[in-house]
């Protein structure tokens, strides 16, 4: 993918705010659309096969309200499902810009299988919607006849789609963990990337939700945005309200120990409050989730239907803005330098000749602060109390940051910072300037 990262050019702090807003929003589109898809074909699916087994024709005319409902059309498949996720790898490879690792080329193969994986339930889709569907009893076997033939082939394409769907998640799910991991993160192979404990919790989270969400979906389109259609047939309502409303139910039930433990799973330098809030914010719209689920099914509250749609998207939007956040801190540190690096491609374009030099309080405030403070001691020892052994030595300093070695038994070993020569010595210039400061 080296041939994207040639494509764009260092961005300012201010531009890559901008971007992690742009990338949360078209993520918002991309993943509550994609797995309701998911959700609708796979349920679509499964009530085909059940309508083969027991010719109720509540089952025909389940699956086919289904995905004709839940997939919307192309169109709207391109608008929420393609664009998105291309917007999303532009973004990303400005973001990562210079340190790729395989978060773009995640999202590109991820691309790949949702562009067939779509192509593939549409066909589905029309070849599904198109069969026309008689209702009234004495017609049943003729009509069930009519439908065998030409149907069930064609929903093997729906059946190879959902599977191409699936391994487009799952490549999307790793390239998001990747990337919310970025520090802590090492390429060891598509296989074991795919295969990381955290890669299949979060994949797991995905698939769950999309099994709450597209029942609610459904039941958001069938009891509110069509309710005036369906009050003909109120025995088909209270059929297909009760199989969402379980099936939503008993979805999402998991969903808040999944993302408890996804939460638990970041390292502590990736960890934050906000980080917890979000998670915490989408755990209690699950559980007010559970509660209009239960109110459906037991109290036929239909007025609910549409109310638990919008609460699950919500749930869904605050775990993506959560992994922004969760991104933004993880990749803090390779962010600060290329905004360096377009500070220094500013000043030479302004032609201020000077290169701009790496700013060292800037790094040692994402890289040493963690554990060092300058007048006392914490993870680490006081500058202040160590730095007089190194004046005039400031050879020796940067020698031991580039490569700690063990000096004080009072203290753990300090781990190595793993810094550029340049950056080395910008942050060893930082602290011998304090030090002088503080000595005067
Ligand atoms: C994960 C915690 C941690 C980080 C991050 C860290 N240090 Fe340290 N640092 C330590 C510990 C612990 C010691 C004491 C090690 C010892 O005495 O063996 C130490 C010791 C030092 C010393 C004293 C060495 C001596 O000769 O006594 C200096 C100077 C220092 N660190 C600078 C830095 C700078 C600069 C950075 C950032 C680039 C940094 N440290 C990042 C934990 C850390």
């Excluded at 009530?47 to 059309?73: H, Q």
């Excluded at 569907?133 to 017609?139: A, E, R, V």
């Excluded at 769950?208 to 025995?235: G, M, P, Q």
């Amino acid at each position: 993918m080296e041939f994207l990262d040639k494509l764009v050019l260092p961005q300012s702090a201010e531009h890559i705010k901008l971007l992690h807003y742009i990338l949360t929003l078209v993520l918002a589109l991309f993943v509550p659309f994609i797995s309701v898809v998911f959700g609708g074909t796979f349920s679509s699916i499964y009530f085909l096969k059940r309508f083969k087994k027991t010719e109720n024709p509540f089952y025909i005319k389940f699956s086919k309200e289904l995905i004709e409902n839940l997939t919307v059309n192309p169109g709207v498949g391109i608008i929420l499902g393609l664009i998105p996720l291309l917007t999303a790898i532009l973004i990303f490879v400005q973001l990562l810009h210079t340190s790729l690792i395989q978060t773009v080329s995640f999202l590109i193969l991820s691309f790949v299988f949702v562009l067939a994986a779509l192509v593939l339930i549409y066909i589905y889709r029309y070849s599904i919607t198109s069969v026309k569907l008689n209702d009234s009893d004495n017609n049943k076997n003729e009509n069930s006849l009519s439908i065998s033939n030409s149907l069930y082939l064609k929903s093997n394409y729906g059946k190879i789609g959902l599977i191409l769907l699936f391994v487009g998640i799952w490549f999307y799910v790793a390239a998001i963990t990747s990337a919310t991991n970025f520090s802590s993160w090492s390429f060891t192979g598509v296989i074991t990337s795919l295969a990381a404990p955290k890669v299949l919790l979060n994949f797991l989270i995905f698939i769950v939700f999309a099994f709450a969400l597209s029942n609610a979906a459904f039941l958001f389109i069938h009891l509110y945005w069509k309710r005036r259609e369906k009050t003909s047939d109120s025995d088909y309502t209270k059929f297909m309200k009760d199989i969402c409303s379980k099936a939503g139910l008993r979805a999402s039930l998991p969903l808040p120990v999944l993302i408890a433990i996804n939460v638990f799973s970041f390292s502590e330098t990736t960890l934050s409050g906000s980080i917890f809030i979000y998670s915490v914010v989408s755990i209690l719209l699950i559980f007010l989730s559970y509660h209009l689920f239960y109110m459906i099914l037991n109290k036929n509250e239909y007025k609910f239907g549409s109310l638990i749609f919008f609460i699950l998207i919500f749930g869904w939007v605050a775990l993506i803005i959560k992994d922004q956040k969760a991104m933004t801190n993880a990749t803090e540190y390779h962010s600060l330098v290329l905004s360096t690096d377009y500070d220094k491609m500013l000043a030479e374009l302004k032609g201020e000749g000077t290169i701009a030099v790496l700013n060292g309080k800037e790094i040692y405030d994402v890289r040493c602060a963690s554990c060092h403070k300058f007048d006392q001691k914490f993870v680490g020892p006081a500058h202040f109390d160590v730095l007089p052994k190194y004046e005039g030595k400031e050879g020796q300093l940067i020698a031991y940051i580039k490569n700690p070695v063990k000096v004080d038994p009072a203290y753990p070993p300090m781990p190595n910072p793993g810094l550029t020569p340049p950056e080395v010595d910008a942050v060893v210039k930082y602290l011998l300037e304090e030090y002088n400061k503080h000595k005067k």
